[in-house]
Structure formats: structure tokens, C-alpha cells
């Protein structure tokens, strides 16, 4: 069974960390790439990182450039997003979700949200301010 499993949101004060992650099995890692998508409540779902598991190209939106870092773990088919800097409008629900690496090449573009073939349960990380 394909499973992609989140984890790490919590509780922060404005301009603390948290590292969430992206646990994936039941597919070939290497082929796909992994994205972060985050909803805050009363707001579409939006493409915030995303990182190619073959090339490690990454995306970031322009909200979260300079202060989040995704990184991939290949051996442990694990995707890391490293939130640092957090701001109150960081707060919703995180997903992370996986599209086939032929289908999402270009990385100066927001990953597909209609594209993506899996997707984890969230994440929920609230920053208080």
C-alpha cells in the first residue's frame, strides 16, 4: 500500500523552528518528487516546497523563500521540510504529497495540486504570536 506519512507540526512561538516529515513507502521513491502543500483555514490549499527525489531540484513559494529548506533522505525515503523564521501566517495544515517526476520538471513552478498522485494525512502547525 502507498502511504505517505507526515509528521512534526506543533505549537510554536512567532520565530521559533519545526522540522516536519514525510515518510513514503509503497512506490518508487526515486521517481517521484515530493511536495509541501499547506491550507489555513478558510483558504485553498497551496504548493509551499517541493523537491525532486532523482535530482534534488527544488521549489519554493515566494512566502516561505530564504526561511524553509526541504531536503530528501533517498535511503529512507524521507523528505524533510525545515521551517525556520515562523510567522503567524505560517499557521494550517501541512500535507505533503508525491507526483511521478515526468510529469512535474519544472521547478520555478508551484507543483501541480491537481497533479499529485498520493497524498499524506496532515500536519497541523499552529504559530502563535
Known amino acids: 500500500d502507498v502511504q505517505l506519512q507526515a509528521s512534526g507540526g506543533g505549537l510554536v512561538q512567532a520565530g521559533g523552528s519545526l522540522r516536519l516529515s514525510c515518510a513514503a513507502s509503497?512506490?518508487?521513491?526515486?521517481?517521484?518528487?515530493i511536495g509541501w502543500f499547506r491550507q489555513a483555514p478558510g483558504k485553498e490549499r497551496e504548493g509551499v516546497s517541493c523537491i525532486s527525489s532523482s535530482d534534488g531540484s527544488t521549489y519554493y513559494a515566494d512566502s516561505v523563500k530564504g526561511r524553509f529548506t526541504i531536503s530528501s533522505d533517498n535511503a529512507k525515503n524521507t523528505v524533510y521540510l525545515q521551517m525556520n523564521s515562523l510567522k503567524p501566517e505560517d499557521t494550517a495544515v501541512y500535507y505533503c504529497a508525491a507526483v511521478p517526476g515526468l510529469y512535474y520538471s519544472d521547478y520555478d513552478k508551484t507543483p501541480p495540486l491537481n497533479g499529485m498522485d498520493y497524498w499524506g494525512k496532515g500536519t497541523l502547525v499552529t504559530v502563535s504570536s
Open positions: 509503497g512506490f518508487t521513491f526515486d521517481d517521484y518528487a
